[in-house]
């Protein structure tokens, strides 16, 4: 590798976007929000600034992600969150387009994923390979995709979870369901709603989620104060919540995402099942956290599941390790339209 030739990998993520610099590691890890001024469409903060706008800005400024379900929604945006992050890496005086990588959910289509190639290009790389986010979750939990032997994948993030089978360094079965972190948490928002009658942000449903949160009843409950604003008083007031009202809450989007996994494990073939009932199913993404999720998975399906070292980081850091290996991983991740 020459010294003109930069790499990055990028976890193009619906909550977060996480950047990895061959040799140093995980880089940068922001929100993938940015506030945009209403009147002159300036873009005023991206990232971690952007994220403490939410929920407290005036009208002349909107706050929002620029990915939705883990595709671009906003085209120009992403364009220029990326150029913004692809800028904070590299630093200002950087000459040299770095090579880029990008993750992207196994159900995107051709055209969500050209989208993706041209804005990494349009906002500073050279080229831009685009790799479905399961293989890249499966390289970083160290998994040896390369090999004859299934193994289940389920990478649950802000926007999708994607479960996938993988064997000999291709996905063999798949699918991606529009339902992950950012669905639990309006689910936590739309129960405190009908059950308290209390408005709250989306910030706290997410805390709640990470407090008290868990897939399965629990006998020993943690209970939290939860603050808001009255629908019908119009006024603050708190209330008490506690996990197995959290766990009633999320039900139905728990089921959605262990209904993917039925159906990926419906189209394996049985060699492959016989695999992955060994080696169990491994969780990787941000909501794989969710507590004994785990438990739950195998409650309903009868598979053993584990959570994934530094859940989070298992992309990104499959985008490093491919980037280090591309002649390894050619076959398995690119196509370079």
Request: glycine letters at 10%.
């Amino acid at each position: 590798m020459s010294i003109f030739s930069k790499k990055l990998g990028i976890d193009l993520g619906t909550a977060n976007t996480l950047v990895f610099l061959p040799g140093k590691g995980v880089v940068l890890n922001e929100p993938s929000v940015v506030a945009v001024s209403e009147q002159d469409n300036i873009i005023m903060a991206i990232g971690i600034e952007a994220k403490e706008m939410i929920g407290k800005t005036p009208d002349s400024i909107i706050v929002y992600r620029p990915m939705k379900d883990g595709v671009i929604a906003d085209y120009r945006v992403t364009e220029a969150m990326l150029r913004y992050f692809i800028g904070k890496t590299l630093g200002k005086y950087n000459l040299f387009k770095p090579d880029v990588m990008v993750s992207v959910p196994a159900g995107i289509t051709s055209t969500e994923r050209r989208a993706v190639v041209e804005a990494a290009i349009r906002a500073g790389a050279k080229n831009a390979y685009v790799v479905k986010e399961p293989i890249l979750a499966a390289i970083g939990a160290g998994i040896p995709i390369q090999e004859s032997r299934g193994y289940m994948i389920m990478d649950i993030g802000g926007g999708t979870t994607d479960v996938a089978v993988i064997a000999l360094g291709g996905i063999v079965a798949s699918t991606s369901v529009k339902c992950a972190g950012d669905r639990i948490d309006q689910a936590i928002t739309d129960y405190i709603k009908k059950t308290f009658n209390l408005a709250i942000g989306d910030r706290t449903a997410e805390a709640i989620k990470v407090k008290i949160g868990s897939a399965v009843p629990v006998e020993e409950e943690i209970t939290i104060t939860i603050k808001g604003r009255d629908f019908i008083q119009g006024l603050p007031r708190t209330a008490q919540i506690s996990t197995n009202e959290i766990v009633r809450a999320i039900d139905k989007e728990l089921r959605t995402m262990i209904g993917a996994v039925k159906d990926v494990l419906s189209q394996t073939p049985p060699e492959l099942a016989a695999d992955i009932i060994d080696g169990g199913i491994i969780m990787t993404g941000g909501s794989s956290q969710i507590r004994n999720l785990a438990d739950l998975i195998y409650r309903r399906t009868g598979v053993k599941a584990r959570v994934a070292d530094e859940p989070l980081l298992c992309v990104v850091k499959g985008t490093g390790e491919a980037l280090n290996h591309l002649d390894t991983y050619k076959k398995s991740i690119l196509s370079k339209k």
